[in-house]
C-alpha cells in the first residue's frame, strides 16, 4: 500500500498566536520572532540501490531582544507556551549581559508583496514517489553497464517573523531537489534539478543528461593547463554566482573595503547583467528577509556596470537609506546576503556555443570552489564529471579535471556569448539562482 | 588590535557546547555520553584600496576548538597575540607577492594539521571508498586493493587515527554504534595500512569497525568521522627545518582550501608566508599559495617536528553527507617540510 503524506506545518493562525503572545510578554523595549518550521525527507541511493531514507520535522523560534540599549539573541526548536518563555528569559538574560553598544534597528510595518512558492504536490509526495525518480535513473544507468549515485529531497516549510514595533510576515514554501552522479569504469557525469513544484522534475531527462554526459566523459587523457577559451554550463555559471554574491554583493563587504565592486565602474563586459530578486518566481522566491522587510529587486551588475549592492537594515542605517530586504538571522557579522539571484540570458544556443572555437575548454561543473582573494574576485576550485576538449568547433574528447585559479571578474569581462535558455541552480547553502550557460574568451587553469 | 593603525575590522568569537549523548541497542549497549567542547578565537583584518589582508590567533575560519573547559580558553592569551596579528595584517599589505617557483616548503602546525585533514583524513574514508558519498563529497583514491602496497608518504609520514587523543574534538568514548574509541594506524612509515571505519563497511574488508561513526545530532544517521587524525611527531623543529633550507617559503595559517572529489589535486593558500634564504628567514611575503598531488607530496616530506612542537588541532567545520552534517574533529600535527613543492600559484 502507498503511504500517504500529509505535511505537517501549524497552521498559520495558530503560529501567529504563539508568536503575539511571546512577543506580548517580553519585558524589552523592542521584541523580534522568527519562526522557521520544516518537514523534509531525502532519498539517497549509490551504486544503484537505494541506501538511505531519512525524514524529519524541525521547527527554530528565534527571539532578538533590546532592552536599554542592549541586544540578546536566543533560541529554540519546540513551539510550547514553557518553550517560549524559556527562550525569552534567555534572550533578555544575555541582553542583560552585554555592554551597551550600537543596536541594530527594527524596521516598522511594511506590507511584503505574497508570492506563491508552494506546491501541494511537493508538500505531500511520498517515499514511494521519490523512490519511482530513482528506480528510472538507476534502472537506465544499469542497462548502460554504468552505475548511480545521489539525493532525491522533498521538503516543505513556513517562516514567520514578527516584531514589537507591528512587523508580520509569513510565508509557506517547497522544494524538490535531486542531483546524480553517473560512473563508468573510468570517468562519470553530472546532473541536478531544482523546482517549487517536485512534478517539473522529469526522471527521464535527467537520467538522459547524466548519463550521457557519463559515457561521453570515459577514458580522459590528460590536456596542458594554461589560460584556454571556455563554455561554462549553468551549473559553473551559477557557482561563480554564488561566489560573488559571498565575497562582494552585499553593503558590508563594500562598507568594510573587502568587496571587489566598484560602484559606477565597468566590472564585466557588457552581455553580464545580473540582478536580486525575491520575487520572481522562475527563481525559489521570499517575499521579505530574516529582519522581516519586504524583499527589492536590485540591479547588481547593469551591462557590465556595478551598479548595485544588497542592505539589511544595519548597512541601510549606516548609509541613512531603505534596507532592499536581504538581512540575515540576528546574530549577523556576515552583513546582507543576495540569495534570489539572475543572470540575465543571451541569444545564443547551448548547442551552438562551441561552434567558434578553435581551441577550447568545455566544462560542466566545478568543485570545492574556494575564495583565494576576495577584492580581486580570485577563486580557485576543480572542475568535475565532465571536462572536455573543445577542437575547431567541435567537442573531441573527454580531458582529466583541472584546477582553476581564476578572478571572476576577468573571467566575465571575456564574455562572448549567453545562452537563450536558463537553469535554476539550487544552492547547497541558502538561495538559489538562474542563469545562462556561458561562453567566455580566457580562463585559467593552473594545474 | 584596535591600536594598530591600519585595521579596519577585528572579529573575536568563543564557542561553548556541553552534549549529553545516549546510546542502547539491542546487542545490549546502554551508553551514556556527556562531551564538552570550548574553543575561541581573534581575527584582524586591514585594507587598502586594491588588497585585503587577514591574520587570525590560533587558527583561522573562526577558532581554535578543543575537547577541555575554559581553562582551554585562558591558555591561549589571546590578548598576548591580538596586537602582534594586528600588525602582521597591516605588514602585509605592503609585503611582496609570493614568488611563483618549485621550492622546499615549511608548513606551520596549524596549515600541516588541515593538509592531513583534506589529504589523508578524508580519503581514508571507507565509505567515501565504497562510493556512498559519491554524488556529494566525492570518492576516495586510495582504493582497496592499495591497501598495504601504496607508498603513501615518506618514512617520516606516520598517521594515526586516535580518538583517545586529550583535547581532540574527535576524542568521546563509544561512537555512534557503540564501538569503543581507539587507537588505529592508517598510515604507518609512509605505507597506507588502515581505514576509517564502520561496522559496516568493516565486514566488507573482512575488518572490524575502529569506530569512528558520528551523527552531528539528534535528528541525523552516523557517517564515518575523522576522529582526531594524528601525523605522528618526528625528530626535527621549525628552527632545524628553517636553518637546513636553502630556497624556500615558510607557510602559516590556512586562508583558502580546496582539493578535487578523489582527494589527489590540492591546492592550498595561507595568511602569511616567509622566504627562506639559505637557512634564514627572509622577506614576508602575501597572497601565498601551494599546489600538488597526494602521495607525490607527503613523499617529499623529509622532516616532521617533534612532540614540543606537535599539538591537536581542533576543526569544528567538516561536512559530508546528504542532509548534511558537520562533524568536530582534530589533528595532531607539528610543522612539517616538503621538497620540490609548487609555490606561488597565484603571480
Not at chain 1, 517539473?200 to 577559451?229: C, S
Amino acid at each position: 500500500m502507498k503511504s500517504m503524506e500529509v505535511v505537517r506545518l501549524t497552521d498559520e493562525a495558530e503560529l501567529k498566536q504563539f508568536m503575539t503572545r511571546l512577543l506580548q510578554r517580553s519585558p524589552a523595549q523592542e521584541t523580534e520572532v522568527m519562526v522557521t518550521e520544516d518537514d523534509s525527507a531525502l532519498t539517497r541511493f549509490a551504486n544503484n540501490g537505494i541506501h538511505q531514507n531519512v525524514a524529519e520535522r524541525d521547527a527554530t523560534v528565534r527571539v532578538r531582544v533590546v532592552k536599554d540599549g542592549k541586544t540578546g539573541v536566543a533560541s529554540i526548536n519546540q513551539m510550547s507556551e514553557a518553550a517560549a518563555a524559556d527562550v525569552l528569559k534567555r534572550a533578555v538574560a544575555i541582553a542583560d549581559l552585554q555592554p551597551r553598544s550600537e543596536v541594530v534597528p527594527m524596521p516598522g510595518p511594511a506590507a511584503a508583496r505574497r508570492v506563491d512558492a508552494w506546491s501541494d504536490a511537493t508538500a505531500s509526495a511520498t517515499p514511494e514517489e521519490r523512490a519511482d525518480f530513482v528506480e528510472t535513473v538507476c534502472a537506465k544507468a544499469g542497462r548502460a553497464g554504468l552505475k548511480a549515485f545521489g539525493a532525491f529531497s522533498t521538503s516543505a516549510g513556513q517562516f514567520a517573523i514578527a516584531n514589537s514595533l507591528g512587523v508580520y510576515n509569513h510565508q509557506r514554501s517547497t522544494q524538490a531537489t535531486v542531483n546524480s552522479v553517473v560512473m563508468g569504469d573510468a570517468g562519470s557525469g553530472y546532473a541536478d534539478r531544482g523546482a517549487i513544484d517536485v512534478r517539473e522534475l522529469d526522471k527521464n531527462e535527467l537520467a538522459d543528461e547524466v548519463i550521457d554526459k557519463a559515457q561521453r566523459n570515459q577514458n580522459a587523457q590528460p590536456v596542458d593547463p594554461g589560460i584556454y577559451e571556455v563554455v561554462l554550463e549553468e551549473y559553473a555559471v551559477a557557482e561563480m554566482l554564488e561566489f560573488m554574491s559571498f565575497m562582494g554583493f552585499g553593503a558590508l563587504a563594500v562598507q568594510e573595503e573587502r568587496s571587489f565592486m566598484r560602484l559606477g565602474e565597468q566590472i564585466t563586459g557588457e552581455q553580464v547583467n545580473i540582478f536580486d530578486d525575491g520575487l520572481d518566481r522562475t527563481g525559489i522566491p521570499s517575499s521579505f528577509d530574516f529582519e522581516g522587510v519586504p524583499k527589492q529587486r536590485v540591479e547588481l551588475i547593469k551591462n557590465g556596470v556595478a551598479s548595485g549592492l544588497v542592505y539589511d537594515m544595519q548597512t541601510a542605517t549606516k548609509e541613512g537609506r531603505q534596507s532592499t530586504g536581504h538581512g540575515l538571522p540576528a546574530p549577523n557579522t556576515e552583513g546582507p546576503f543576495a540569495v534570489n539571484l539572475f543572470m540575465k540570458p543571451g541569444s545564443a544556443a547551448k548547442a551552438d556555443l562551441a561552434s567558434d572555437i578553435k581551441r577550447g575548454i568545455w566544462v560542466t561543473r566545478f568543485w570545492y570552489v574556494r575564495v583565494v582573494h576576495p577584492k580581486a574576485s580570485i577563486i580557485t576550485g576543480m572542475t568535475r564529471e565532465g571536462t572536455f576538449l573543445i577542437e575547431n568547433g567541435k567537442i573531441t574528447r573527454p580531458v582529466k579535471d583541472l584546477r582553476f585559479t581564476q578572478s571572476i571578474l576577468e573571467a566575465l569581462n571575456g564574455t562572448l556569448a549567453l545562452t537563450r535558455s536558463t537553469k535554476l541552480q539550487v544552492s547547497e547553502y541558502i538561495g538559489a539562482a538562474r542563469v545562462p550557460a556561458a561562453r567566455l574568451k580566457a580562463f585559467e587553469f593552473t594545474s | 588590535m584596535g591600536s594598530v593603525k591600519g585595521v579596519t575590522i577585528r572579529e573575536g568569537s568563543m564557542e561553548f557546547i556541553r552534549q549529553a549523548k545516549l546510546f542502547a541497542s539491542t546487542e545490549g549497549a546502554f551508553i551514556e555520553q556527556e562531551l564538552f567542547e570550548s574553543g575561541a578565537g581573534i581575527e584582524a583584518t586591514a585594507t587598502s584600496p586594491d588588497d585585503v589582508q587577514n591574520r587570525s590567533y590560533p587558527n583561522s575560519f573562526g577558532r581554535h576548538q578543543g575537547s577541555a573547559g575554559y581553562e582551554y580558553i585562558t591558555a591561549l592569551e589571546l590578548d598576548r597575540h591580538a596586537g602582534r596579528i594586528a600588525e602582521e595584517a597591516v605588514a602585509l599589505l605592503s609585503a611582496p607577492q609570493c614568488p611563483s617557483g618549485v621550492k622546499t616548503l615549511i608548513l606551520d602546525a596549524s596549515q600541516t594539521a588541515l593538509q592531513i585533514h583534506e589529504s589523508c583524513g578524508h580519503p581514508t574514508e571507507l565509505d567515501r571508498v565504497f562510493g556512498m558519498e559519491a554524488a556529494y563529497a566525492g570518492t576516495s583514491f586510495m582504493t582497496p586493493e592499495k591497501l598495504n602496497h601504496l607508498q603513501y608518504g615518506s618514512r617520516n609520514v606516520t598517521i594515526t587515527a586516535d580518538a583517545l587523543t586529550p583535547t581532540g574534538l574527535g576524542t568521546f568514548g563509544w561512537d555512534d554504534e557503540g564501538i569503543p574509541a581507539q587507537r588505529t594506524f592508517l598510515i604507518k612509515d609512509g605505507l597506507f595500512v588502515g581505514y576509517l571505519t564502520s561496522r559496516e563497511t568493516a565486514s566488507v574488508l573482512g575488518q572490524q569497525s575502529n569506530g569512528t561513526m558520528r551523527a552531528d545530532g539528534w535528528n541525523r544517521i552516523p557517517l564515518i568521522r575523522m576522529t582526531n587524525v594524528n601525523l605522528e611527531p618526528g625528530d626535527s623543529s621549525l628552527a632545524e627545518m628553517v636553518s637546513e633550507t636553502k630556497d624556500g617559503v615558510y607557510m602559516e595559517t590556512n586562508r583558502s582550501w580546496s582539493i578535487d572529489d578523489k582527494r589527489l589535486n590540492f591546492q592550498f593558500g595561507t595568511q602569511l608566508a616567509y622566504e627562506v634564504i639559505n637557512g634564514k628567514r627572509g622577506r614576508m611575503l602575501k597572497n601565498a599559495t601551494y599546489a600538488g598531488i597526494t602521495p607525490e607530496f607527503w613523499n617529499s616530506c623529509d622532516a616532521v617536528g617533534g612532540r614540543a612542537e606537535w599539538r591537536v588541532w581542533g576543526l569544528a567545520n567538516c561536512g559530508k553527507g546528504q542532509p548534511p552534517q558537520v562533524a568536530h574533529v582534530a589533528h595532531g600535527a607539528a610543522p612539517a617540510r616538503f621538497q620540490h613543492v609548487k609555490v606561488g600559484i597565484l603571480k
